[in-house]
């Protein structure tokens, strides 16, 4: 009996050996997959040498046959007496437009979609959530610019040549009317925006966004 009950041990503790290896084995081979997909991801997600947001230019900007100017000449042609106040590039990048805001004196906003590729525009709509305030102070930051979109983007490029994507007025921190200019270089996709006093065109600020 005490011969048998040592074979049992013997063959329990064998078990437990077992699978004490079963379980470093699985573990080994759960830990293998997940190395080895974030290694395959690595490179894939590199392999181009762009940002999410580099690539997102890149593939939209060359769609846009039509510039930011003639596009936001034409939203001012849809609204009768307006002034433009806005225009950024937007996708999706197989139909490409260019969305405008523009404002009459009294700063009524109405935005208006211009196709980039055929130059087209959309009905101009009137903006819905505008409030008298909102209207006044749009008024108001329109009376004191005295620097049209163009001549800002102008000084924008001067700086860094490249492609405008976006024009919108808004006002600096004392509360005078400055335009700001997206500028993307098309030899990395990166995008600089400057800050131009709507008064003098005297640059306030400069960033570039390598992400």
Do not use: F
């Given at each position: 009996?005490?011969?048998?009950?040592?074979?049992?041990?013997?063959?329990?503790?064998?078990?437990?050996?077992?699978?004490c290896?079963?379980?470093?084995s699985?573990?080994?081979?759960?830990?293998a997959?997940?190395?080895?997909?974030?290694?395959?991801?690595?490179?894939?997600?590199?392999?181009?040498?762009?940002?999410?947001?580099?690539?997102?230019?890149?593939?939209?900007?060359?769609?846009?046959?039509?510039?930011?100017?003639?596009?936001?000449?034409?939203?001012v042609?849809?609204?009768d007496?307006?002034?433009?106040?806005?225009?950024?590039?937007?996708g999706?990048?197989?139909?490409?437009?260019?969305?405008?805001?523009?404002?009459?004196?009294?700063g009524?906003?109405?935005?208006?979609?211009?196709?980039?590729?055929?130059?087209?525009a959309?009905?101009?709509q009137p903006?819905?959530?505008?409030?008298?305030?909102d209207?006044?102070?749009?008024?108001?930051?329109l009376?004191?610019?005295?620097?049209?979109?163009?001549?800002?983007?102008?000084?924008?490029?001067?700086?860094?040549?490249?492609?405008?994507?976006?024009?919108?007025?808004?006002?600096?921190?004392?509360?005078?009317?400055?335009?700001?200019?997206?500028?993307?270089t098309?030899?990395?996709?990166?995008?600089?925006?400057?800050?131009?006093?709507a008064?003098?065109?005297?640059?306030?600020?400069?960033?570039?966004?390598r992400?």
């Amino acid at each position: 009996m005490r011969g048998i009950g040592l074979a049992c041990a013997v063959v329990v503790a064998g078990a437990l050996m077992t699978g004490c290896g079963n379980d470093d084995s699985s573990a080994a081979s759960t830990g293998a997959p997940t190395g080895h997909a974030h290694a395959s991801g690595t490179p894939s997600a590199s392999a181009s040498g762009l940002t999410e947001d580099q690539a997102e230019r890149k593939a939209l900007i060359p769609k846009a046959k039509v510039s930011y100017d003639k596009a936001l000449e034409t939203a001012v042609k849809a609204v009768d007496g307006s002034k433009p106040v806005s225009i950024e590039l937007k996708g999706p990048a197989d139909k490409p437009g260019w969305d405008a805001k523009v404002a009459m004196d009294d700063g009524t906003e109405h935005t208006v979609r211009v196709d980039a590729v055929t130059g087209k525009a959309d009905k101009a709509q009137p903006e819905s959530d505008q409030d008298g305030d909102d209207k006044q102070e749009l008024a108001g930051r329109l009376g004191k610019a005295k620097v049209t979109p163009q001549q800002a983007a102008q000084t924008a490029t001067d700086k860094t040549k490249g492609t405008v994507t976006s024009v919108e007025l808004d006002d600096t921190d004392q509360g005078g009317p400055m335009w700001s200019v997206d500028v993307v270089t098309t030899k990395d996709w990166n995008k600089t925006t400057y800050d131009i006093d709507a008064t003098d065109r005297k640059v306030l600020r400069e960033h570039t966004d390598r992400d």
